[in-house]
């Protein structure tokens, strides 16, 4: 049964990314800077992130838990699954500016059903489907994975706190966003979050994790290319040379 539902779990997230990454191209995500009525009942913005990524946390413990055989590679798997996703569910809700700002209900459902069905898939197949040994710690694979998911990782995590003071600091509202990796690119959480999530495919070289990685890309990537236009409309001196989200390139 849990095969059959994890095979059915990969087939609905690459479809979701086929399609969110065409929508997003002309339909930017009503949140943030992009909010905008018509999307039904909101809430508040703290209490929308942690419901959202709730599951996330839930499921991957409970498959790690219920798994028989544990070797330190899936105790690494479960500490880097949770560093995000802690962050995400306990403390990005309460230290993000727009806390406080509304936030659709329709994108939080959408999100929680995205997120069950991701933490199922990964969890299952990383802790119950796979057969990781110990030599897995010395893998090409696994070593590979782990630098770029710890890359990603901090990247986002210090764009996210460069964003959180730059915020808190104004309170006229949006400013351009400068220095560190904001001088060449307008969405460095994004980059990081995808480079951390396509560590994640490297390490665990799983379908379930390069169907996350994928689905992050199709996700953030558009966001970022909205953002960007964003800030070049809303401020005319907004620096020519920055890219969207790949330094030099878009």
Known sequence: MNFNFYSFCLILIYSFAVLVFVILFFIPAPYGKFMRSGWGSTIRASTAWMIMEFPSLALMIYFF??????NPVHYI?????????????FLYPFMQSGKKKPYPVSLVIMAFIF?????????????HLYNYTSDWLLS????TGLI???LGFLINKIADRYLMR????????????????????????????????????MMTFSLSGLAFAVFTFANLFPRAIASHKWYRKNFPDYPEE???IIPFII
């Open 242 to 244: 920055r890219k969207a």
């Open 115 to 127: 997120n069950c069905l991701n933490s199922f898939s990964n969890g299952y197949g990383v802790f």
């Open 65 to 70: 838990l219920s798994a028989e055989n544990k």
């Open 77 to 89: 798997f479960l500490l880097s699954w949770l560093a995000h996703y802690s962050y995400r569910t």
């Open 166 to 201: 730059l915020k808190n600091g104004n309170s006229e509202g949006y400013v351009i966003p400068s220095g560190w990796l904001f001088n060449y690119v307008s969405s460095p959480h994004y980059l990081g979050e995808i480079i951390e999530w396509s560590g994640w495919a």
């Open 148 to 150: 770029i998911f710890i």
């Open 140 to 143: 090409w694979q696994f070593l």
